[in-house]
T-cell receptor, first 113, second 115 residues
Framework: DQQVKQNSPSLSVQEGRISILNCDYT??????FLWYKKYPAEGPTFLIS?????DKNEDGRFTVFLNKSAKHLSLHIVPSQPGDSAVYFC????????????FGTGTSLTVIP | EAGVVQSPRYKIIEKKQPVAFWCNPI?????LYWYLQNLGQGPELLIR????????DSQLPKDRFSAERLKGVDSTLKIQPAELGDSAVYLC?????????????FGPGTRLLVL
């Protein structure tokens, strides 16, 4: 049973525009969420995280929004750059389950120059 | 600071053969994870170590998979015998706590192909 879902396998965006990557989860006990970025032949790289006590966390061009009532989070990248082209995974964990992380299936972002 | 190191990066074996993967976590990271990633999927946990103790191995297929982290630093993951369905990327990660929250750092992975 997939507890973290990324329903869009791919996304193409023009350079300079906003990229919005979405993630849904089913477990209401999740209280910590992360986004990872993965280039081909490399392991995932931590990008940004958010705790359930917040609804927004911003780091430079990257902002993560959390809507707990909808069990939905999104990653906004603005402005998008060609170097942002990668696969993005969202992950979630619950404090009361020993910090096991559950990953989505990933969204492949292509930023078109 | 060196990242998580994994070797080999690629491995091709015939089915029923054994295979082993090695991971060296980031220095000072007590928690180590092994994940399995199939094509088009996210990483799935196989086993988690706190120092040398396996604290979560519920997802590890113990009939053919084994892991160890004898001195609480490096770890090895073994498959014996390998099956065709084991072809995947095997990721190792180590973690640290930042602001009371855990962040995992991944190695480049070992891509296994079982023929």
């Amino acid at each position: 049973d997939q507890q973290v879902k990324q329903n869009s396998p791919s996304l193409s965006v023009q350079e300079g525009r906003i990229s919005i990557l979405n993630c849904d989860y089913t477990n209401s006990m999740f209280d910590y969420f992360l986004w990872y970025k993965k280039y081909p032949a490399e392991g995932p790289t931590f990008l940004i995280s958010i705790s359930s006590i917040k609804d927004k966390n911003e780091d430079g061009r990257f902002t993560v929004f959390l809507n707990k009532s909808a069990k939905h989070l999104s990653l906004h990248i603005v402005p998008s750059q060609p170097g942002d082209s990668a696969v993005y995974f969202c992950a979630a964990s619950a404090s009361n389950t020993g910090n096991q992380f559950y990953f989505g299936t990933g969204t492949s972002l292509t930023v078109i120059p | 600071e060196a990242g998580v190191v994994q070797s080999p990066r690629y491995k091709i074996i015939e089915k029923k053969q054994p295979v082993a993967f090695w991971c060296n976590p980031i220095s000072g990271h007590n928690t180590l994870y092994w994940y399995l990633q199939n094509l088009g999927q996210g990483p799935e946990l196989l086993i988690r170590y706190e120092n040398e103790e396996a604290v979560d191995d519920s997802q590890l297929p113990k009939d053919r998979f084994s892991a160890e982290r004898l001195k609480g630093v490096d770890s090895t993951l073994k498959i014996q015998p390998a099956e065709l369905g084991d072809s995947a990327v095997y990721l190792c990660a180590s973690s640290t706590m930042t602001g009371g929250k855990e962040t995992q750092y991944f190695g480049p992975g070992t891509r296994l192909l079982v023929l």
